[in-house]
Structure formats: C-alpha cells, structure tokens
T-cell receptor, first 117, second 112 residues
Framework: GAVVSQHPSRVICKSGTSVKIECRSL??????MFWYRQFPKQSLMLMAT?????????EQGVEKDKFLINHASLTLSTLTVTSAHPEDSSFYIC?????????????FGPGTRLTVL | QKEVEQNSGPLSVPEGAIASLNCTYS??????FFWYRQYSGKSPELIMF????GDKEDGRFTAQLNKASQYVSLLIRDSQPSDSATYLC????????????FGGGTRVLVKP
C-alpha cells in the first residue's frame, strides 16, 4: 500500500516559538493532502486541505495565519504552527489520497505529537 | 447535530464474541464510508470501506450500509483482545473535495 511519512514524530517546544511539521507521500504523488488535529479522547478534526500549487483551504474556525500550510511539491506538504501556545498541544496527522476508482483511499501519516510548554 | 455520529462507548465484549458498532450520518451526499481502527497514540488504520448498500465482508469484519436509513455498521466476529481500540467511522463526499468527516469514535474493549 501507499506510504505517508511525517516528521518529526514528536516535538516539544516553548510557548511563542514556531514548529514545522512535514508530511510526505513516499511512493505516490498527491496533489492534495489533508491536515487533521486530534485532542485527547476526541476524534480527528479536519483543519485544512493542502493543495499543490495553490493556497490551502481552511476549515471554519481554523486560523490561517497561525497554521501555515505549504504544499511545496507533489510529495510534500508542511504545516507550521506559528507562535505556538499550550492550547495548540495536540496530535497532528496528515493524510494523502491515492487517486483512482470510485473512492480515493486516504493514507494517513503516523502523526506528530506536539507539546507546547 | 454532528454530521457523523457514533456511540462513544466503551463497548465491552468478551473474547470470541461479536462486537457490533453503529454509525449514522446526516449528509445524503455522502458517497463512501470508511471504518478505521485507532490505537492509543497512533494514527488511524483503514479496516474497511463500503459504498454500496448491503453487506461487505473481509475476514472477521463485516461492514453494512443502508443509505435509505443513513447508517453504517461494523461487525467484528471472534473478537480478540488485540481488537481493543477506538473505531472511527468516516464519510466521504467527493463533491466536497474528497474530505473525510469522522465520527467521534467508539472505544471497544475485548476482555479475555
């Protein structure tokens, strides 16, 4: 099956700093990638859709200026959490759909655990 | 009203029994439905998908879809302790850009 990687897997940072998370599709190209956030004991909430060659589409309530998304190539999307605060501590997961067929299966990265002190 | 709803559980089943999980959705534009299993601290892994009415079986898992009633279910036969996890139901609307909408998840505990 298709593989999606994320880096780093875990990051601890001080309040006010910025953190960049990378999402890569290793063996397929993805013009679209999705970024999710998951707080403890809650489900995945879609934050934004990353589009290669164009601006990301953000879900309602997600601050564009705080969560910067760049889809630099057909295999790489990055999420930068700017001026991170403790409330941004969460599990961030990306996914990339493999096109084809009546549905596009989304392959999930292993996730990045962000802790803001 | 949430777009995809699941009973949060926990659903406790004895080892070897059948675990039955339900999911309802509100958007009739939903085309495909997915069941993911998520272990604590890990990302979701796909168990099954279904997009036609009826049943679909894969090993110990059976997914059922009823579009008229807007519900999806997952049966886990011969439940094993390793099946203890949170099961996420998700609906996909291609017209909405292939976005997956997840339910809150059902926690399943399989007791030896």
């Amino acid at each position: 099956g298709a593989v999606v990687s994320q880096h780093p897997s875990r990051v601890i940072c001080k309040s006010g700093t910025s953190v960049k998370i990378e999402c890569r599709s290793l063996d397929f190209q993805a013009t679209t990638m999705f970024w999710y956030r998951q707080f403890p004991k809650q489900s995945l909430m879609l934050m934004a859709t990353s589009n290669e060659g164009s601006k990301a589409t953000y879900e309602q309530g997600v601050e564009k200026d705080k969560f910067l998304i760049n889809h630099a190539s057909l295999t790489l999307s990055t999420l930068t959490v700017t001026s991170a605060h403790p409330e941004d501590s969460s599990f961030y997961i990306c996914s990339a759909p493999l096109a084809g067929g009546p549905w596009d299966e989304q392959f999930f990265g292993p996730g990045t655990r962000l802790t803001v002190l | 009203q949430k777009e995809v709803e699941q009973n949060s559980g926990p659903l406790s089943v004895p080892e070897g029994a059948i675990a039955s999980l339900n999911c309802t959705y509100s958007d009739r534009g939903s085309q495909s439905f997915f069941w993911y299993r998520q272990y604590s601290g890990k990302s979701p892994e796909l168990i099954m998908f279904i997009y036609s009415n009826g049943d679909k079986e894969d090993g110990r898992f059976t997914a059922q879809l009823n579009k008229a009633s807007q519900y999806v279910s997952l049966l886990i036969r011969d439940s094993q302790p390793s099946d203890s996890a949170t099961y996420l139901c998700a609906a996909l609307i291609k017209a909405a850009g292939n976005k997956l909408t997840f339910g809150g998840g059902t926690r399943v505990l399989v007791k030896p």
